[in-house]
DNA sequence: CTGCAATACTTGATTTTGTCAAGTATTGCA
DNA sequence: TGCAATACTTGACAAAATCAAGTATTGCAG
C-alpha cells in the first residue's frame, strides 16, 4: 500500500463513517453546493459569482440559479459594479450570516453524531490529526520558530531517530545520543545560555529543531550548534536558513565568541549551508559510529 | 476552535483541494455512487444487494438500478439463492474485477494530480497522517504489542511530557528525567533482562508503553516496572491488563524475584490496576517534584 | 468611433441522479 | 390458509448537474 493507495483507501473510510460530506446538509434544507457556496460567500468584501463557481469546481450557471434562489431569500445582496456594470458584487447580509450559523450548527450535530462512537479522547484525537492534514493540504505559510513546550524534546528525539535510521540505517544508540544530549539540556535550563527551536507550521506541525548550547564550563566562550533538522517535506524551502539565523543570533546576543558544530560529510546539502554561513570546516575523521561507517567533521565559525 | 470545528474544517479543506471525492470517476464514466457500490461488491463470497445499499446508505431503488445497469455490461453475475429465490446474491466477474481496475487507475492518477504541489516528501506526510485517521475512524480492533523501533523511544518520552503537563501541569524536569531513564535503557541494550513495549493500533499509532528495568546491579533479583502510559482514547479497553501481563511475565522468565513501581496517589485507576495484579502500596510520601506537590507512591509484589 | 472578441452573468433544454411510494414474488409463521 | 415480513424491482417525480445558447457590457485593434 503505497501514500496514494492511503489516501485512497482514508477518503473511503472517511465518506463512510461521516457521510454528512454530501448528506447533512438536509436537515436545514440546503444542498451541498448550496452550503459550500454560502460559506465561500462568508468574507469581508464583495465577491464575483465567477470566482466563487471556480473556487468550488461548480457550473457557473448553476451557481447563477443558486445564487438567485440566496438572493430571493435575502441571504445576500447583489451591488452593481460602478465600473463595470457586467458584475454584481455579492454580498452576504445578516440573514445571510444567520442562515451560515444554522448551517454550521447542522453540520456540527452530523459530526458529534457520526463521531460519537470514538469516545470524546477518541474524538480529540481524530481532531488533531486531521488538523495536520488540513495544515499539510493548505497552500504552505512560512513556519514559525518557537521556544520549547512540553513534548516537544521527545518529538525531536523521535524524528532524529527514525530520520536517521531510515537514511542513514544508525541504531538505538543514536536515539539515546539524542536523548542524553536533550535530557541534559532541559536539566541544565540555562535559559540565558541556552536556547532550543522549534520550527512549526501554522497548523502546528513540527518541521524542524536546531539548539544554541554552550560547550562547557572550560570553554565559556564557544557555543555548538546541535540537533539541526528539517522535516524532508520543509526542505529547500528557506527554513533552514531562518533557523540557522536564529541560531547564530542568539549565540552572538548571548556572548560566545565562537561556534562550532559536529555533522557528516553525506550531508552535503547541510555542509553548503553552513558554508554560506560563515562556517569553515576544521576537522574531518572516519569514525565507526551507530552501527555505521561515517566521515565525522567538525565546522566552526567565530561570532562577532 | 474545538475538536468537531476543526474536523468541519478539515472536510472543507479537503473536498476543496481533492475535490475527486465526487468527480474523478467521471473519467471512468461512472457515476460516485456506482464506484462505491463496485468497490463494495469486491469481497470473497456473495452479497446482497440490500447489505450493500445499507452499508453505502444509498436507496434501494437507486440501488438496484446500478446493479441492473452492472449485469447489463457484464460486471456481476446475479445467482439465485437455493434456499430463498428473494435473493439474487451478487459475485463480481472477472470484467468486473478490471473495470475496477480502471477505477483504482483513474482515482489514483487525479489524486496524484491533486497532491503534485506538495512534493513527495509532502505527499509522504500527508499519507501517513491520513492513515493514522483511517486507524481512528475503523472500528476498533485490538492492539498489537511489540518492541522497541527507531523513534518510539522519542514518542514515549513526548506522550509522558504532553500529557502529564497538560493533566497535572508538570514542567519540563519530568521531560528531563524521562529521556534520561530512556537514554541510559537504550545505551544498556541489556535485551535479556530489560525490554520495552509500544502498543499499538493495527494502523501504527502508539496507545501505550511499558518498561521493564533492572533495579540495579547491587540489586540483581528486583524489577522495576516503568514509564507505563496508556493514551486517553485507549484508557478502559483492557490494554493496561494486557500490557502488565506482558511485563510481569517477561520479569518472571527473566529470573527476578520481585518487582517495584512508582506511581503518584492521584492516579487511582492506575493503583486498582496494580493492586488487582498483586501489588501492594508499600510506601507513601508527599514530596515536591516537576513543579508540583505529590504524594509519592511505592508498590511491590514478588513474582512466582 | 466602429465593430468584434472577450467578459460576466443568465436562461433554457436535457440528462443524470436521487427520492418516495407502490409493485411483484417469495418466505415464515400463527 | 392467510397475512405480515423480506428481497428486490419499477414507476413517477423532484432535485441537481451539465451543456449550450442567450443578453448586456467592456476593452481594444484598426
Redo the contacts with the bound molecule.
Sequence with gaps: MDDIDLIRNFSRTYTHRLGLL??SY?GSG?????ARLLHDLDRAGPV????LAQGLG???????????GFARRGWIR?AR?E????????HLTEAGRAQLEVLRLASRTAIAEATAPLGAAGLAALARVLDQASDLLRPPQPPLLRGLLPGDAGQVIARHAALYARDEGYDQSFEALVAEILAAFLTRNDTTRERGWIAQSPGGRMLGSIFCMAEGPEAPQIARLRLFLIEPEARGTGLAQRMIEACLGFATAAGYRQMLLWTHESHQAAGRLYARNGFALVASSPARAFGREVIDQTWQRDLP
Design positions: 454530501s448528506k438536509l440546503l444542498a451541498l453546493s448550496e464575483k459569482a465567477r470566482e461548480l457550473d457557473e450557471g448553476q451557481t447563477s440559479r443558486i445564487l438567485a447583489r459594479d465600473a463595470d456594470s457586467r458584475q454584481r458584487p455579492l
